[in-house]
Structure formats: structure tokens, C-alpha cells
């Protein structure tokens, strides 16, 4: 636990009295994260910005992976949508009665990229409307050339 806040306080080379010195965090708090008795995850987030600030890096690089996505919904072009976390994101579609299942066969957990994500899900329900407008067609033009 803690894997990254570790390796930042490593590269640092700072004791952890010293990161508390610095940020005003308390050294029974750091000590917590670094035994991994605390998730830093859990933490207030001024605590984890003076600490990413005390080690010269970002918020986003000093916390734990977590699936950001994990039961967001939501409605895009009139299709719902709704993400889980398993090994990979999985987003699934509901359009009308039809439900589609796409694994995107990654790991959508780090909050620097929350702004990608949101086009993510309308590329991928674009992609599930195109797919679904051309099988529309191949159908309709087999039907009349039998």
C-alpha cells in the first residue's frame, strides 16, 4: 500500500521527520502511510497536497491507483452508459432493450486523466452507434438483394 508515496519519499531523500518538518503533516500520519497502516487514499487532501508539495511532485503521483470510473453512469446520444471496474474498465450500454458489454481492456485509474474520460465514453458509444448504423444497413441491403 502506499507504493508510490514510498518511492517519492525515497527519491526524495528525506526522513520522514523531516517531510513532517517541512509540511506541517504530522510525523505519526506519515509514519502510518509509510508502514501502510493508513491509505493515503483516505486521507484529507490538503494532508496529501503539502505532502506531494514537501516532495516536489503532484497529488496525482503520490497516491494510490484506483479506478476513478468505477460505477459512474450516465447518458450520452440517448444510449446510457455505465463503467465497472473488474482487471479492466468495462463499460456497459443500454440502448433501449439492447445491453452491450465493451471491455476496454484497460485500467482508467489515474485522476490526472479525469478529463479524458469523458471523451472516452462518447468515442466508444460513437464507435457502438457507427457499428450499429453500418450492420443496420448491411442488413437492409441484403434483404433487398435476395
Known amino acids: 500500500m502506499n507504493k508510490f508515496?514510498?518511492?517519492?519519499?525515497?527519491?526524495?531523500?528525506?526522513?520522514?521527520?523531516?517531510?513532517?518538518?517541512?509540511?506541517?503533516v504530522p510525523y505519526s500520519i506519515i509514519n502510518d502511510l509509510v508502514q501502510g497502516k493508513k491509505n493515503i487514499?483516505?486521507?484529507?487532501a490538503l494532508v496529501v497536497a503539502r505532502l506531494a508539495a514537501g516532495l516536489h511532485t503532484t497529488v496525482y503521483e503520490i497516491m494510490n491507483n484506483y479506478q476513478i470510473l468505477d460505477k459512474t453512469e450516465g447518458m450520452y446520444r440517448g444510449i446510457r452508459y455505465?463503467?465497472?471496474?473488474?482487471?479492466?474498465?468495462?463499460?456497459?450500454?443500454r440502448d433501449?432493450?439492447?445491453?452491450?458489454?465493451?471491455?476496454?481492456?484497460y485500467r482508467?485509474?489515474?485522476?490526472?486523466?479525469?478529463?479524458?474520460?469523458?471523451?472516452?465514453?462518447e468515442l466508444l458509444i460513437?464507435?457502438?452507434?457507427?457499428?450499429?448504423?453500418?450492420?443496420?444497413?448491411?442488413?437492409?441491403w441484403s434483404s433487398q438483394n435476395e
Open 5 to 24: 508515496f514510498n518511492q517519492a519519499l525515497e527519491q526524495s531523500n528525506l526522513s520522514m521527520y523531516r517531510l513532517s518538518k517541512n509540511t506541517g
Open 41 to 44: 487514499n483516505h486521507c484529507e
Open 82 to 93: 455505465r463503467w465497472n471496474a473488474d482487471s479492466t474498465m468495462i463499460l456497459t450500454l
Open 96 to 105: 433501449g432493450k439492447t445491453t452491450t458489454t465493451i471491455d476496454t481492456g
Open 108 to 121: 482508467l485509474d489515474l485522476p490526472g486523466r479525469l478529463t479524458l474520460y469523458q471523451a472516452y465514453t
Open 126 to 140: 460513437n464507435d457502438y452507434l457507427e457499428r450499429k448504423d453500418f450492420d443496420q444497413f448491411v442488413e437492409k
